[in-house]
């Protein structure tokens, strides 16, 4: 599916879409585009992290990596989730590789928050902000209604590998409900520690977007494995309107 349409669509369908992103950085970083072909076109976005060694303690892809990427799948819905400080400087960076959205953390100079997606929209691309673990719902409540994504990290920020925070379901519910109440129109995105055994519940907190990096990369069939994933969310989905 176009994720241009993912938008559209959610009004009328009855049973929500997850959607898959997978994280490059769990990409062996000499053959990133290898890793993207070996998936078979099943993934939906395809999940870029920006890191500047300063917001976070690592450094992973900058702008050419943008560039090359949109070069070379003109297509892909690529998701770029800055992790930098700087954005006067940066912004402009990654809306001139044409990703598709791009994702900035609410705890990096929050006076800026909402002039930065208002600047990402008026580019004519998506517009995210991303919650630290540790970061409460109050601190993006200001950009919800202009928000076209909302992403809850369920690890640190910084690296790939860690094991997800549970509490942070928590606040992917509270989006939830905050979004039914107040008629905002945001994806909920969960990263960080996603697995075949726990993306059953992320998908039943309310996640629409699930990024997932070690796991599926070190899979010896990633493809296969996107599909297993989505196996476990329909089946978590079918339990739950079974119960209910
Ligand atoms: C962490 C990154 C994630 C990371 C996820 O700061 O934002 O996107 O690649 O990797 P896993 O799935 O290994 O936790
Ligand atoms: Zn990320």
Redesign the pocket.
Known sequence: MEAQTYWKDTGSRTRRRVLFAP?LLGADPLCVGAAIDGLGGRYDWL?L?IMDGHFVRNLSFGPAMARALRRRYPDAFIDA?LMVDRLDVLLPLFVDAEVSLITVHAETEPQLLHAALSSIRRSGLRAGVAMGPATGVERVRPVLEIADLVLVMSVTPGFGGQSLIEATLERTRDLVRLRAAEGHRYLIQM?GGINEENVGRVALAGCDVV?TGSAVFQSPDPGAFLESMRVKVKEALDDADIGS
């Open positions: 994280s999940h992290d989730h990263d990024v």
